[in-house]
């Protein structure tokens, strides 16, 4: 078995939602962790087009640690987005259509905050999504890659519905039901 077929998500965590804001259709999910990573070993994987590729939920034409437009394609939307990276200063701020991330050098590595402004209603698939997508980013950063998990793939896990329902729990929201249609692997 591959390091990919022992991946388990664990519990829930380090997640909560900002509900303010003049749009109510989208709520801002804040997302932090720790990584054993330096700052910019951390921004190097969030702004290269072939780090992106391994970790992230999308991918882009272009480095994103430019301030400029870039093409950013969604695993689950084939369509790529023209997308406005309005803030890059190398390697702790980076801001891009509706995210915003935060990097910290901490004790030990560095302390990354994620702000994702989702639609309310799937606010918790967010976040399950967000927290496997970390959990591939450290271990790409420690040298063990075990590939991109996103969209589709990461809901056939079975922890995807535990983890979707405990940060649903935490939010006080309803969780999104999904199914894999019939002719999907599982």
């Known amino acids: 078995m591959s390091d990919r077929q022992h991946y388990t998500p664990g519990p829930a965590y380090g997640a909560q939602v900002n509900k303010d804001g003049e749009d109510q259709s989208k709520w801002t999910l804040v997302l932090v962790r720790h990584l054993r990573h330096s700052p910019q070993k951390v921004w190097q994987a969030l702004t290269d087009p072939a780090h992106l590729r391994e970790w992230a939920p999308f991918v882009t034409d272009a480095n994103l640690g430019t ?109 999104p039901k999904w199914s894999p249609s019939p002719n999907q692997n599982s």
């Open 67 to 175: 301030v400029g437009t870039v093409n950013l394609t969604w695993v689950a939307a084939p369509t790529p987005l023209e997308t406005k990276v309005t803030r890059a200063e190398p390697p702790t701020l980076l801001e891009y259509g509706d995210l915003r991330w935060q990097l910290e050098a901490v004790a030990g590595g560095t302390r990354l905050t994620l702000w994702h402004k989702i639609d309310r209603h799937f606010i918790s698939w967010g976040a399950a999504g967000w927290h496997i997508a970390f959990d591939v980013l450290d271990r790409l950063l420690s040298g063990t890659p075990i590939g991109r998990i996103a969209g589709a793939d990461a809901m056939k896990f079975d922890a995807w519905q535990r983890l979707t329902a405990e940060y649903a729990k935490q939010f006080g929201v309803e969780s």
